[in-house]
């Protein structure tokens, strides 16, 4: 099977599990997926729960990475000058420092509870490479697909620090938002189009958190600590698993000593064609991509 047909096939595949019970307000698993280790960029060491055989992409979201070690010989190389057309990068960081820079002139610091919403749109050379020697380096990079009539848009950041990112105490637990609206607290990140919704959640045993969303939204939930036991059901996932959900009006999630990153998005329903760094909706694009890069018109944009 080709790669875009992979992607394209499971993409219906995990669609089709979330539409299962969309005459249902609250959110139910449909699907729980094990994130898989993997190396990238300069051999970064992380686990990978979005983007994978198991689960190629889940429109609008293609990808999500992540980097928890404290072995330098995991993080310390990096991931150097690469490109990207087409999508929007995220990068958001628990514990650790990378500084980025690029092709437009940006450049920065993402330290401890920082984020970074990059849209790539008709080209940019970025890097990011770890500011520490040492010590716990903890952090993700999602992957957000761009609609077709907007992929060659000019290149835009939004650099997050953490006291711009609201943080709410809850009754058994706490609740960051850096997208979207949650217990009446606006995420910074503003002016994107699939409207997301990116929150991580703690709770501690006994807690318990209820999350409005848009009811034809696609929508998932990756535990990055301990266990969440997500949905009507109330089904338990372990840390380092991804479930899908179903559609519904609110989310419904119970802890116990648990982390989870809850991410909702609106679907865009059009062709994936997908090679390395660039993300478009036709092979053809993607070559033009590719040509565009070799040939320098990438990186000025042009």
């Known amino acids: 099977m080709k790669r875009r047909d992979l992607l394209l096939s499971s993409a219906a595949l995990a669609l089709a599990c979330a539409r299962k019970s969309s005459t249902t307000s609250t959110r139910a698993v449909s699907l729980v997926v094990p994130a898989q280790p993997t190396k990238d960029g300069a051999g970064v060491s992380l686990h990978r729960a979005l983007g994978q055989r198991a689960l190629a992409m889940l429109d609008p979201f293609l990808m999500l990475d992540e980097f928890q070690t404290e072995n330098p010989d995991d993080y310390i190389a990096g991931f150097p000058d690469h490109p990207h057309r087409g999508f929007e990068t995220v990068t958001y960081m628990i514990d650790g420092a990378m500084e980025h820079r690029d092709s437009v002139g940006n450049h920065g610091r993402l330290g401890p509870g920082a984020a970074q919403w990059m849209t790539a749109g008709r080209g940019i050379v970025h890097s990011e490479m770890p500011k520490q020697e040492r010590g716990l ?9 761009l609609p077709a009539r907007r992929k060659l848009i000019p290149p835009r950041y939004q650099d997050i620090a953490p006291t711009l990112i609201p943080e709410v105490a809850l009754e058994k637990g706490r609740l960051r938002v850096i997208a979207g609206t949650a217990e ?7 002016g994107i189009d699939v409207e997301p919704l990116f929150v991580d959640v703690t709770l501690e045993p006994g807690g318990a958190f209820t999350l409005p969303t848009s009811p034809q939204h696609t929508s998932f939930v990756f535990v990055t600590d301990g266990a969440m036991r997500v949905g009507a059901t109330r089904q338990e996932v372990p840390k380092g698993h991804l479930a899908v959900l179903t559609p519904g009006q609110v989310l419904q999630l119970e802890g116990s000593h648990g982390r989870a990153l809850v991410l909702a998005g609106r679907p865009l329903g059009e062709p994936v064609a997908r090679w390395g760094p660039f993300v478009m ?5 993607i070559q033009q991509a590719i040509a565009d890069y070799r040939s320098g018109r990438l990186v000025r944009g042009s």
């Open 137 to 145: 380096m903890w952090g993700f990079q999602l992957w957000v697909n």
């Open 184 to 190: 009446g607290q606006i995420g910074p990140v503003s």
């Open 281 to 285: 909706n036709t092979d053809a694009e």
